[in-house]
């Protein structure tokens, strides 16, 4: 595949990502406008094509585990668990998980939350690619990252479908971001 083809591939997918991704004022309370995703997975084809995108990227095949985020971030991780043959780890909302955990807290744009992982699970492997639907502030990736720091492991990126990119999330962590659509 040349370069040039390579280019118009990704840049019908982004359009048609664009034409998918649904947005709602006013959502989760009043000033946020959230996108959802949750409609590029009711249509295969497209979602099939989004999971090779994203397999595409060299980082991704590089980690030696994916850590897919609560909730969307699990539907991504599996797919792309299975199409690298890589294993997968889940970062979850409190109270979500058994075992030993870590756990931190986090800032949203609207909130606060706190996300765990089984220490058992991260003990395993050395890095990590995490997985999210979207990029907006930053916290709920910076939380994963700082829960795979302080067991002395490496993330070595993040891959999203969408970033915010004027809540500038990408410049409160320290590795590569990869995202298919930037709004």
């Known amino acids: 595949m ?3 083809n390579l280019m118009n591939k990704e840049l019908l997918l982004d359009a048609r990502l664009r034409q998918i991704i649904k947005t709602y004022k006013d959502f989760p309370k009043p000033g946020i406008i959230f996108r959802d995703v ?3 997975f009711e249509e295969p ?3 099939s094509e989004l999971i090779a995108s994203m397999a595409s990227i060299p980082t991704l095949n590089e980690a030696d585990a994916i850590i897919a985020i609560d909730a969307r971030g ?3 991780g599996s797919s792309l668990s ?3 043959d890589k294993p ?3 970062a979850r909302k409190t109270g979500k998980l058994p075992g030993q955990l870590i756990s931190k807290s ?3 744009e609207y909130g606060s939350n706190s996300l765990s992982i089984q220490r058992e699970a991260i003990e395993r492997y050395q890095t990590y690619v995490i997985v999210d639907d979207l990029l907006a502030t930053g916290g709920t990736v910076k939380c994963v990252s700082n829960i795979v720091k302080s067991m002395g492991k490496k993330v070595l990126g993040l891959s999203v479908i969408i970033e915010l ?7 409160e962590i320290d590795f590569p971001v990869f995202s298919e659509v930037s709004y």
């Not at 990119?165 to 410049?171: D, F, V, Y």
């Open 45 to 47: 084809t497209l979602y």
């Open 38 to 40: 949750l409609p590029v």
């Open 82 to 84: 299975l199409k690298l």
């Open 165 to 171: 990119s004027h809540l500038k999330g990408r410049s």
């Open 106 to 108: 986090y800032n949203l």
């Open 88 to 90: 997968m780890i889940v």
């Open 2 to 4: 040349t370069i040039d």
């Open 74 to 76: 699990f539907l991504l």
